[in-house]
């Protein structure tokens, strides 16, 4: 996968990108990273990028010129055989549609993808109506950039990338993967300050243990986030699991 960002301050971006997994993905070129700063692609004398608002107001907007520049640039490096069709544009701001695993997946189906962050009070309109195909946010509050927001989205996207993660189990049993949240999980010691470990998951029995782990999902998701049952894949069994814990207040 390809992922070119456009952001104002690229100088912060190497950071989460250069270690772990991440960097793993990178050196074994799974994922490459292109980082470009949008006043690189300003004419002007002083590389400005924003402008006052027309009709009067505070703050400052991000004028459409270097915006589409840049992407158009990135958009003529590309080899016919580089993807099917063109790259989503994704618009980074609070105005979007909510980030999750979901549209994780949708993303990590592209061959690449064009991620533009936002500064100041905004974007010329332009930008959203004429260039962007996708306008994400990753939660109701506002960061001071996308550059957070863009961080967050490629690191959920590339751990879903077949090759990236040791086993494919690993991100299958993730936390939201299923629309449950994750079971509890433990290694040694089998008992840690007289705190033993639950005993099923010293029995060898994997059926028995699938079975439990399944139970706990979905008894923690009933616990801290109930709403997200309402879309689960949940069995008929398992919904009368979930019936049984509200009935019993254990929940
Ligand atoms: Cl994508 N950008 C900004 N500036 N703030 C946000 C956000 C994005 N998502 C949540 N808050």
């Known amino acids: 996968m390809r992922i070119d960002i456009l952001t104002l301050f690229p100088q912060i971006f190497p950071g989460p990108f250069s270690s ?26 002083h590389h400005i990028v924003d402008d006052s608002p ?20 990135i958009k003529e490096t590309l080899k ?3 993807g099917a069709g063109p790259p989503p544009v994704i618009l ?7 980030f999750c695993q979901q549209v ?8 690449h993808l064009i991620i533009i962050c936002g500064h100041y009070e905004g974007f010329d309109e332009r930008v959203r109506q ?10 109701d509050y506002v960061l001071s950039g996308g550059e957070l927001a863009a961080m967050v989205i490629v690191d959920t996207v590339v751990r879903l990338l077949p090759g990236v ?6 991100s299958r ?13 433990y290694t040694r010691p089998a008992v840690y300050r007289g705190w033993p470990v639950p005993e099923v998951l010293l029995s060898g029995n994997h059926a028995q243990i699938a079975r439990w782990r399944r139970q706990q999902a979905i008894r923690r998701t009933l616990e801290r986030r109930p709403e997200l049952l309402d879309k689960a894949q949940l069995s008929p069994e398992e919904r009368q699991l979930v019936s049984r814990l509200k009935k019993d207040g254990t929940c």
């Open 104 to 111: 994780a997946q949708e993303l990590s189906g592209h061959s």
């Open 20 to 45: 772990g997994i991440f960097q793993r993905a990178v050196n074994s070129g799974l994922v490459k990273v292109n980082i470009h700063n949008i006043r690189d692609y300003t004419h002007n004398k």
């Open 130 to 139: 004429y260039l962007a195909t996708d306008e994400i946010s990753i939660g």
């Open 80 to 82: 016919p055989e580089e």
């Open 92 to 98: 980074l701001t609070p105005q979007g549609r909510p």
């Open 173 to 185: 049993d993730d936390s939201h993967a299923a629309g449950l949240l994750e079971y509890p999980q």
């Open 54 to 73: 027309y009709g009067g107001g505070a703050g400052m907007v991000l004028k459409p010129e270097p915006i589409f520049e840049a992407v158009a640039q």
């Open 165 to 170: 993660l040791g086993s494919e189990a690993s």
